[in-house]
């Protein structure tokens, strides 16, 4: 079965730049999306078709796709962005939905 | 405003069934695919299986065939997931999420998640 990698944990600093990758096989050919979840709360999109940003979604959140491996950047992080981030694609039939592991970011 | 809400959640036993439902509001429920994506606790998210507008195309997630089946029911705007020889790693919260579009597979909204619990 297909699965997107991701690192369990990314630390930053508060106003530095945190950067999350995510590979897979498919990427290169679909588009890869992200999800933030804070504690106890529904998952909420942040970037969608590799580099768009859903309204409401502050500038500082950017993303980027190349080859195998997307990435969510964070530059500026603030403290209220301290949460689980999950990327998420389909696989190359685009029938099944797949979201990497998960990466936990803490800013401090 | 788009509202999703899941019920049917609760304790069962291993082997035993449960049916979730998802009420939906504030969207045309007939022009849209839908989903199931639970979390075990502590862990991440796992999308479990997809339902499209007309019903044409169902998919699961490998670990669930054959035991869980998903249905709409578009004159009730509800989205169920009927669960059956349940597991003890079947135990998450579930969440029913709304696609974006037709051509876009992608999670727009989602309800706040109903906890099953599969235990002895």
């Known amino acids: 079965s297909y699965e997107l990698t991701q690192p369990p944990s990314v630390s930053v600093s508060p106003g530095q730049t945190a950067r999350i990758t995510c590979s897979g096989d498919a990427l290169p050919k679909k588009y890869a999306y992200w999800y933030q979840q804070k504690s106890g709360q529904a998952p909420v999109l942040v970037i969608y078709?590799?580099?768009k940003r859903p309204s409401g979604i502050p500038e500082r959140f950017s993303g980027s796709s190349s080859g195998t491996m997307a990435t969510l950047t964070i530059s500026g992080a603030q403290v209220e962005d301290e949460a689980d981030y999950y990327c998420?694609?389909?696989?190359?039939?685009?029938?099944?939905?797949?979201f990497g592991g998960g990466t936990k970011v803490t800013v401090l | 405003e788009v509202q999703l809400v899941e019920s049917g959640g609760g304790l069962v036993k291993p082997g035993g069934s449960l049916r979730l439902s998802c009420a939906a509001s504030g969207f045309t429920f007939s022009s849209y695919s839908l989903n199931w994506v639970r979390q075990a606790p502590g862990k991440g998210l796992q999308w479990v299986s997809s339902?499209?507008?007309?019903?044409?195309?169902?998919y699961y997630t490998d670990s669930v065939k054959g035991r869980f089946t998903i249905s709409r029911d578009n004159a009730k705007n509800s989205l169920y997931l009927q669960m059956n020889s349940l597991r003890a790693e079947d135990t998450a919260v579930y969440y029913c999420?709304?696609?974006?579009?037709?051509?876009?597979?992608?999670?727009?909204?989602w309800g706040q998640g109903t906890l099953v619990t599969v235990s002895s």
């Open positions: 998420y694609s389909t696989d190359s039939s685009g029938n099944y939905r797949v």
């Open positions: 999420a709304r696609d974006f579009g037709q051509m876009a597979p992608y999670f727009d909204y």
């Open positions: 078709e590799d580099n």
């Open positions: 339902i499209s507008s007309s019903y044409t195309y169902i």
